[in-house]
């Protein structure tokens, strides 16, 4: 126990002394992690504010209901509500962005509606803004879908021999027979500016981490290992004191980025305790996939390069570089295959609520890939570099 | 001809390390596809829904399937829906339960579950699922007034109401769209990921600079009949030529592979060109200030990530808030994808994007001649 801590304080020395790890576990995803935040400053999904216009060439009472319809949902706080004169006044307020998109009655509108024939309202929109002409145009539909059902109505009724003044009264009066029930759902994703910080703690946590678990290769081809193994050292101590390292690393590079991120760029990361345990889970799969690369190979340098395809291959396919949901096709499976998709998972899940029990699955799939991998690279380890 | 020796070395030594293969071939190609299917389709809500696969529910579902404007996705159960509309898989969920159809044929009022995330556009994603269910309540109330059996008489009313003078929707649009309409799923994409490896490869590879003086083999060099600007020029060829290869490959591979439109030849030959000399310029520089191979590998990730990042390699300029925009034009990144923006999107030709590469030759003589002054120092003093 006591050789194990002795060879871990001194590789510890080595690397705080060589600044590497300092660069690698600190500064560069702190770095990369305030400018990505920088740059997407306010590509932060929101509710989306949304303004609309109309314009209203008919002046009739039914285009004064579809007025109604928008100023009552202006009221309640949907969207806001520009009136203008005529289309190309309203074009040119989307051009110039002041609103999304426009609905326009034409004249004749009411007459047309009145009298039981075909009419059209028109909808000008923005290729830049399609969620706004899909909800104008939905609006407008609603409102059509009000008038035609009514005259669907009718026609049926006179169909069947039925009271047709009955039945337009009826569906104009009665309630709807099918009506929308919202069912409020967390939000279990994070914002940018945590995403992307955790994003790059958890992608260079893989660097940080092969300092420790190298050193093996180094030891060998230093010839201090054969040293070492003749001291009255366990091996078990040996490659313990490796990992030790390797975990002291990862931890404190992870505690600290934490720490700052949190108080200079105000990322939240949710309840420590959870976050504590994704952040072992973390550290674990770190070290273990980082010993079963080093142990197979036969060089420090070889190991190096092999591990930093492994963690940024890992890290692409993890998603740690684009704030974008993954869906749910090959690429997200895929990504169910790296640690950083579990971390950052468990993270999500912590910021939608729900206390430390919900990264259990997480943290369970990170400490999986860890002891496998960990288990393995012990293994062979034992049977080469210190053969 | 010593020149081209040194130089060639660099790329000689690039190849030698098999890890070069995946950091310069396979990663950004997997970039590029990972980029271009997430982002390249542009972006369009998705609806969950859970729906029985028959009766009147499975009626409305497929109205709900016939949004033009959505893609609609199905799921098994409200859980599985809720976890994916929670985590923004997609944008909102539609739930017709198992009791909606009791329910209307009792007369009751039936319900539609809509699940939205509060800060999401789910709320006003809710008005188009809305109009959706306002049509079906009136097909099932005429539908009852013909009386019969529901489902039937829905579907007889659906095919009456198509029969009525119709009040039409129009939707017209109208504008420039700030990304063009004709590109191509991987051509935006494309000349940003040539923008950000050219740099990454060229800053990383120089680590390779630092073996060589850590080694002896720069100042062993100096030694022979073999003037210090040999040496400069060569080892600068040698960066060129990784750069280069980078460059060409992303060039090659897009343009086979996935058809992306590089546009006037000239022109992209000659942003590759002086891009290529900025980005081998920056390479050599971190090459002579660093004793520690290591460290220029994570300073050289770091700056090619972040510079490609500010330079609107990774999001585009435009969508950036306005302070960023200016830092970002003091890259050579945003330089050159302006260049090749206005290549592609424009159809422009070498005459339309000069004042683009006439930056990027400043950046590229500045990197150049700074690079130059430090390394000789380096190379020459005395210990």
Redesign the interface.
């Known amino acids: 126990m006591r050789a194990m801590m002795l060879i871990a304080g001194k590789d510890l020395r080595l690397r705080i002394r ?3 790890a300092l ?2 576990g600190l ?2 995803p702190f ?2 992690a305030v ?2 935040s ?6 932060e ?4 504010e ?1 303004s609309f216009g109309v314009v209203d060439a008919d002046r009739s009472s039914v285009s004064g209901e579809l007025m109604e319809v928008l100023v009552s949902l202006e009221t309640e706080g ?2 806001d509500l520009e009136t203008a004169g005529d289309p190309d006044a309203a ?1 040119a307020l ?2 110039e962005g002041t609103i999304g998109a426009a609905i326009v009655i034409p004249a004749g509108f009411g007459e ?2 009145e009298s ?13 803004r ?2 706004s ?3 104008a ?6 409102f ?10 009718a ?3 006179a ?2 021999g ?1 009271d047709v003044g009955a ?1 337009v009264a009826e ?1 104009q009066s ?16 994070l914002d940018l500016t945590t995403f992307f910080v955790a994003g790059m703690a958890v992608f260079f946590l893989f ?1 940080t981490v092969q300092f420790g678990v190298t050193s093996l290769l180094e030891e060998q081809r230093e010839g201090t290992m054969s040293r070492l193994l003749a001291a009255p050292i366990s091996r078990g101590a040996i490659v313990g004191a490796k990992a030790v390292v390797s975990f002291a690393l990862g931890l404190v590079s992870m505690g600290v980025l934490i720490g700052v991120s949190t108080v200079l760029l105000g990322a939240e990361w949710g309840n420590p305790l959870g976050v504590a345990l994704l952040v072992v889970g973390g550290v674990v799969s770190a070290v273990g996939i980082m010993a079963v690369v080093a142990a197979f190979a036969r060089t420090p340098e070889g190991a190096g ?2 591990q ?2 492994i963690a ?2 890992l890290g ?1 396919l993890g998603g740690v ?2 704030p ?5 096709g090959v ?2 499976g895929l990504a169910m295959l790296t640690p950083h998709r579990w971390f950052m ?1 468990g993270l ?1 899940d912590l910021a ?1 609520g729900g206390g430390v029990t919900v990264v259990f699955p997480s943290v369970v799939a990170l400490l999986g890939f860890g002891l496998v991998t960990g288990g393995l690279a012990a293994f062979r380890i034992r049977r080469t570099v210190m053969a | 001809m010593k020149v081209l020796a040194i130089g060639l070395t660099g790329l000689r030594r690039m190849f030698r390390d098999k890890s070069n293969y995946f950091f310069v071939f396979v990663l950004p190609l997997g970039i590029i596809v990972i980029t271009g299917s997430l982002f390249g389709s542009g972006f369009q809500p998705t609806i969950g829904l859970v729906a029985p696969r028959d009766g009147v529910g499975a009626l409305l579902a497929e109205r709900l399937d016939d949004i033009a404007d959505f893609e609609v996705v199905r799921f098994d159960d409200l859980d599985e829906l809720l976890d994916s509309v929670e985590r923004s898989n997609v944008q909102a969920g539609v739930v017709i339960s198992s009791e909606f159809e009791a329910d209307l044929r009792s007369g009751e009022l039936a319900e539609v579950g809509y699940i939205a995330r509060p800060d999401s556009a789910g709320p006003q994603l809710q008005a188009v699922v809305g109009a959706v269910v306002t049509e079906f309540s009136y097909e099932v109330n005429a539908a009852r007034i013909a009386g019969g059996e529901l489902v039937a008489g829905v579907t007889e009313a659906s095919e009456r109401a198509a029969s009525l003078a119709p009040i039409e929707v129009e939707l017209s649009v109208a504008g420039e769209p700030m990304f063009g309409a004709d590109l191509g799923q991987f051509d935006l994409g494309a000349s940003s990921q040539l923008v950000l490896f050219m740099f990454l490869t060229g800053l990383t590879g120089s680590a390779a600079m630092i073996q060589s003086r850590q080694l002896g083999v720069s100042r062993r060099m100096l030694s022979t009949p073999t003037s210090a600007r040999t040496i400069i020029l060569g080892e600068t060829l040698g960066r060129f030529s990784v750069v280069l290869v980078q460059g060409l490959y992303i060039v090659f591979v897009t343009l086979v592979a996935f058809g992306v439109d590089w546009g006037d030849p000239l022109g992209a030959a000659a942003i590759i060109a002086l891009f290529g000399l900025v980005a081998s310029g920056a390479a050599m520089l971190l090459g002579s200030l660093f004793r520690n191979d290591q460290q220029a590998g994570g300073i050289g990730v770091m700056l090619g990530l972040g510079l490609a990042a500010l330079g609107g390699a990774m999001v585009p300029i435009e969508v950036m808030p306005a302070g960023m925009q200016q830092v970002a034009r003091m890259t050579p990144h945003a330089w050159a994808i302006d260049g090749f923006s206005t290549l592609v999107r424009q159809d422009g030709t070498f005459s339309d994007i000069l004042p683009a590469l006439g930056v990027l030759a400043l950046f590229a003589v500045g990197f150049l001649s700074v690079a130059g002054w430090v390394f000789r120092i380096i190379l020459t003093r005395s210990h």
């Open positions: 060589d600044r590497s660069m690698v500064v560069v770095t990369l400018i990505f920088l740059i997407l400053g306010n590509a999904e929101g509710p989306i949304l949907i969207f074009q989307i051009d047309a509606v039981g024939s075909g009419t059209r309202l028109t909808v000008l929109g923005h290729p830049d399609p969620t002409s899909t909800i145009t939905s609006i407008a539909e609603t059509a879908a009000n008038i035609e059902g009514v005259r669907l109505a026609v049926t009724a169909q069947i039925a039945a569906a009665a309630p709807p027979s099918v009506s929308l029930a919202g069912i409020e759902a967390a939000n279990r994703q660097f390069n092999l930093a395809v940024v291959g692409m570089f684009f974008a949901p993954l869906g749910d690429l997200a998972t999500a939608g």
